[in-house]
């Protein structure tokens, strides 16, 4: 199998996780794999050199080179998937030639790369199988204010309409973290409601908080007095009503219960994908309106994963922040877990992350689209102030890389078949 995968260890991409913790395990599910990747010194990412340690030695790994993004620029493109896109051709078709592959999959959220797929379908007859990890074409943002819209979104948008379909219209196969994708997938193209699919969230290694605690020196210096919980990731636009919701609750505490109050600490860390001199803070000036910045700490600058880890392994509680869209599962839930200590869920509504939250033994979630939620989740944080240590039960629930692996390779057997 040739895998596509165009960030790649050291980058700290989120969008390479499935395929690196799956990437020790495929051989002991009968595939041999090669991964297509382009060369780090062309992506302008944070990067993280104890991933490439996470990386078997005996993984080929195909290197590629992208046009500079300084010069793209001046036409107003930065993305990886286009400054790439004829060296990715070009590579893969003297691969194909030269070798005998039986399946092509693609696990990355730069999109536009997608459909060569159709065209090396056509070209070579290999099947191909797409990872969808975010929904590609989507109305989600027409609904927004263009201030909240991404940088150049008018581009991509219309971009997207015209390269999805033709992505769609040979894939062989399709993976998903969440199932809203593969069903609206279908809606728009229902032949695809005829070729293998499959909901198959990200896994959690535990060699990862292995390497995290044998290299990783990142630290903050919590005040072991307080409750020091946790949120690693980006913080945007879609997470505002989230982070409104937690104010509120906040607010409420320091009212009702300011002992409790003062005894909490939330640190939000890694908010901003811009650079120091371009990171806007997202989560203080929505504390600052509810007069709960004292108990905040946004720290915007990106950290590595291991560096994260460590941090998620250090802190008392963890908090995990759902979008506006009910279909958004985020990858971290495992990967969370698997630190073993107690998290705090706030999220839309109902949906599959709400359900994996609610299956750890250790998590509540709250939702703030339900009437009364803030009221409980200002009695909960009263509740974890009183508590010493980690203050609930926890077990170490995870869906492990190596299970998750099986359940890719187990489409991928469906996929050859239905070829």
């Excluded at 995968?5 to 690196?20: E, G, K, Q, T």
């Excluded at 070009?90 to 060569?116: G, H």
């Excluded at 997470?239 to 104010?247: E, G, P, T, V, Y």
């Excluded at 890694?270 to 600052?288: D, F, L, N, W």
Aim: with cysteine.
């Amino acid at each position: 199998m040739l895998i596509i995968s165009p960030l790649f260890p050291p980058v700290n991409a989120a969008d390479m996780h499935r395929v690196r913790t799956s990437l020790p395990y495929y051989k002991d599910f009968g595939w041999d794999v090669e991964v297509v990747v382009v060369d780090a010194l062309y992506i302008d990412m944070i990067k993280d050199p104890i991933l490439s340690l996470s990386v078997p030695d005996d993984i080929i790994i195909h290197t590629l080179s992208a046009l500079p993004k300084k010069i793209t620029q001046k036409f107003g493109l930065g993305s990886v998937a286009l400054r790439s896109f004829w060296q990715y051709k070009s590579k893969v078709d003297r691969l194909l030639k030269r070798n005998n592959y039986d399946l092509i999959y693609f696990s990355t959220t730069q999109f536009p790369l997608l459909i060569l797929g159709s065209y090396w379908k056509r070209k070579f007859d290999v099947p191909y199988v797409i990872d969808m990890q975010d929904p590609w074409h989507t109305d989600y943002y027409q609904r927004k204010p263009k201030k909240e819209r991404p940088p150049k979104y008018w581009f991509s948008y219309r971009l997207n309409k015209y390269l999805e379909p033709i992505a769609m219209k040979k894939v062989g196969g399709l993976i998903a973290v969440s199932k809203t994708y593969i069903d609206d997938l279908v809606i728009g193209y229902p032949w695809l409601k005829n070729i293998p699919a499959a909901v198959i969230p990200f896994g959690a290694d535990p060699q990862d908080y292995e390497l995290a605690k044998s290299k990783s020196t990142y630290a903050i210096e919590f005040d072991e007095k307080k409750l020091n919980i946790v949120y690693t990731g980006a913080v945007g636009h879609i997470m505002r009503k989230s982070i409104n919701f937690l104010c509120m609750a906040l607010a409420g505490l320091k009212l009702s219960y300011p002992d409790a109050y003062s005894k909490i600490h939330l640190y939000f860390v890694g908010t901003s994908y811009a650079g120091a001199e371009r990171a806007v803070h997202t989560v203080a000036p929505i504390a600052e309106q509810y007069a709960v910045d004292e108990v905040i700490t946004e720290i915007t600058t990106r950290i590595g994963y291991y560096d994260s880890l460590n941090l998620l392994h250090t802190a008392d509680s963890l908090l995990i922040l759902g979008s506006d869209d009910e279909a958004y599962n985020p990858s971290k839930i495992d990967v969370y877990a698997l630190a073993g200590k107690p998290i705090i869920g706030i999220f839309n509504s109902g949906g599959a992350a709400v359900a994996k939250i609610g299956q750890l033994g250790s998590g509540k979630v709250f939702k703030y689209s339900v009437n009364g939620e803030e009221e409980e989740l200002v009695e909960f944080l009263n509740y974890l102030s009183k508590q010493s240590g980690s203050p609930l039960s926890t077990k170490k629930y995870s869906n492990s890389a190596k299970t998750l692996t099986r359940e890719q390779c187990n489409l991928f057997s469906k996929v050859l078949a239905h070829s």
